[in-house]
């Protein structure tokens, strides 16, 4: 059985607007037990206290490494439980030649080496780029075969199908590599997976066909709920995903 996470990066406007407490009590009452985090060096202190008052904890963290004091992240990624510090994005105009990404592989395959200074883990989340082919392949197979065996990867599901990607056939060929899932949905316009970020709907309300995703990932050990968008009250969206995402776990 899988873990679920709601993304912090979902209910950001809330957090803006209300404030993180209140907002992390309003994920717990939503559903959530566990968190993803961003911006931990921003929220670290409050996280602290706010996590384990709210019955949350988080073991995956999004921050951004290329350029940052890498040493300074880590240490207040371990301080709050973390155990998996993931990269979330890189410059789509990184991910145009073979090169391009071997140099990103470098950049992570020597983060990994601080992390593990750390006793942390180290990973990568896709956005639509590195699904897209380079070559005979994807630019995420390309920079997979090109990292040592301790980076993992954080597959964005919707992203990797909106980005025109063959999802299980990519998740196939990651393999258990794979320890994490991002998961939202997406309708269909003019035949097609949308790819504006506003269109995104909570997990079962898309044209995303689920069951093979979650089939070809058997080592994706955490989902994680999250909208870049949302046309609606985000805590009802993360509230049907966590829903609909229990119920395709369930029936598997």
């Known amino acids: 059985m899988s873990d679920i996470a709601l993304q912090l990066y979902s209910i950001r406007e809330r957090i803006e607007s209300d404030g993180l407490a209140p907002s992390l009590a309003h994920a717990a009452s939503a559903g959530f037990d566990r968190i993803e985090l961003y911006n931990l060096m921003g929220w670290a202190e409050e996280l602290r206290t706010e996590l384990p008052a709210n019955g949350l904890t988080a073991t995956t963290a999004h921050a951004r490494l290329l350029g940052e004091d890498q040493s300074a992240i880590f ?11 993931i990269d ?3 410059d789509p105009a990184l991910w145009t030649t073979r090169d391009d990404v ?4 470098d950049h992570l395959n020597s983060s990994a080496a601080g992390a593990r200074e750390h006793g942390l883990a180290l990973g990568y989340h896709n956005h639509a ?5 380079l070559g005979d392949t994807t630019a995420l197979e390309v920079l997979a075969d090109a990292l040592d065996p301790e980076v993992v ?3 964005d599901a919707y992203w990797a199908a909106v980005g025109g990607a063959d999802v299980p056939a990519l998740l196939t060929a990651l393999g258990s590599r794979v ?3 991002h998961l939202k949905d997406a309708p269909l316009v003019d035949g097609a997976l949308s790819q504006d970020r506003h269109d995104q709907l909570p997990v079962g309300e898309g044209a995303i066909e689920w069951t093979s995703i979650l089939d070809a990932a058997p080592t994706a050990r955490l989902l994680v709920v999250e909208f870049d968008e949302f046309r609606g009250d985000i805590y009802d969206g993360a509230a049907t995903s ?10 598997r």
């Open 242 to 251: 966590l829903a609909g995402i229990r119920t395709l776990t369930t029936a």
């Open 153 to 155: 990867l954080e597959v």
């Open 129 to 133: 780029w590195e699904a897209a082919a």
């Open 102 to 105: 071997l140099r990103i592989a």
């Open 88 to 90: 979330p994005y890189t």
């Open 179 to 181: 320890v994490a899932l």
């Open 75 to 85: 240490a207040t990624a371990a301080s709050l439980g973390v155990e998996t510090i």
